[in-house]
């Protein structure tokens, strides 16, 4: 019987081969799935299972291969391969929300592969190639210490840490250039975390915690300007109402304007994606003076930093519909 695909339950090679590709013949030890580490799903157009082994060595090559705490994987290619080939020319452009990269991975080699989940691309070494350097964010990693242990996993440290001296909210600017999501230069390829939108979509508590950490800012900064009666005004909204105003935080500004927040939170850095969905964007444009997007990234244990962008920010942005609403009984 054919075992279901489950985030970080064990699989060995053959069983992995059961769920991908059922109706051809597995050898232990050769052939594609037998021995290699990266095979092309069967009517799959560009998806791919990867096999991981780290501390693996291939002749006079060591690898040198790590996830982080975030959830990011460092991981190189052949060390024949190049930047041109096809397969490194998919990988450099693969889209997650389009296609599917599975990733399985030991610690140690008499260990089986603990499937960590699907991979999303997100950046590359350009000066480097044979092998090619990549970073890959798992999507939804979640781990805990019996998982590491039970795979010998040790996590490399994260790259961004919050300094525990700092208020739980701190304002930064903007980014300079709001649609650049994927980095791929030699400089940055070092050191950056990412996240994806869909983990905070899915995960209700890091959304609700970056309310939380707004709406006490927000009355933070009325109290410190003297502004007790507006402070005490403030409303979360969304917490009060529900979802479907179109905003989380009602504030004010220090002349008693009325100030729509939205917020979208994220575990991930400042170039980290977000979603918005047609309502927000609509309340946006109806409210082009008074609504902003407070934008909290580097979110870790109720501490954070955050941008805001206002209403012609939002729709300057570059945006992407990535699902479709689809009417059966129409043309």
């Known amino acids: 019987m054919t075992r279901s695909l489950i985030q970080n339950q064990t699989y060995s090679r053959k069983e992995v081969h059961s769920i991908f590709s059922p109706h051809t013949i597995f050898t232990p030890q050769s052939g594609t799935w037998g021995l290699q580490g990266i095979i092309k799903v069967p009517n799959g ?13 291939q002749g006079s090559f060591q690898f040198k291969e790590n996830i982080s705490e975030s959830g990011v994987l460092t991981w190189q290619s052949q060390p024949s391969q190049t930047l041109q080939e096809s397969r490194i020319m998919d990988f450099i452009n693969h889209d997650h929300t389009r296609n599917n990269i599975y990733l399985f991975l030991r610690a140690k080699r008499d260990l089986d592969y603990t499937y960590l989940g699907k991979l999303a691309y997100l950046s590359h070494d ?32 994260s790259e961004i840490s919050m300094d ?85 935080i009602l504030s004010f500004d220090l002349n008693g304007n009325k100030k729509f927040i939205e917020v979208k939170t994220t575990k991930g850095g400042i170039g980290t994606p977000f979603y918005i969905t047609a309502n927000e964007l609509e309340f946006a444009k109806l409210n082009l003076n008074h609504y902003y997007v407070y934008r909290v990234y580097n979110y870790q244990k109720k501490n954070g930093l955050f941008y805001k962008l206002s209403s012609m920010d939002l729709l300057e942005m570059k945006r992407e519909a990535i699902n479709y609403k689809m009417y059966p009984n129409k043309i």
């Open 45 to 57: 157009v560009k998806d791919y299972v990867f096999f991981v082994t780290f501390e693996r060595r």
């Open 164 to 248: 525990k001296e700092e208020l739980p909210l701190k304002e930064t600017k903007k980014p300079n250039i709001i649609d650049e999501v994927r980095i791929n230069s030699h400089k940055q390829f070092n050191g950056k975390i990412f996240d994806f939108a869909e983990n905070e979509k899915k995960n209700t508590a890091i959304g609700a915690s970056g309310e939380e950490l707004v709406l006490s800012f927000e009355r933070e900064f009325l109290l410190t300007n003297n502004k007790k009666e507006l402070a005490e005004k403030v409303m979360h909204v969304s917490k009060v109402i529900g979802d479907g105003t179109g905003f989380d």
């Open 126 to 157: 350009k000066e480097k190639e044979k092998p090619v350097f990549f970073k890959w964010q798992i999507i939804d990693f979640v781990y805990t210490p019996k998982l590491l242990e039970d795979m010998k996993l040790q996590l490399a440290v």
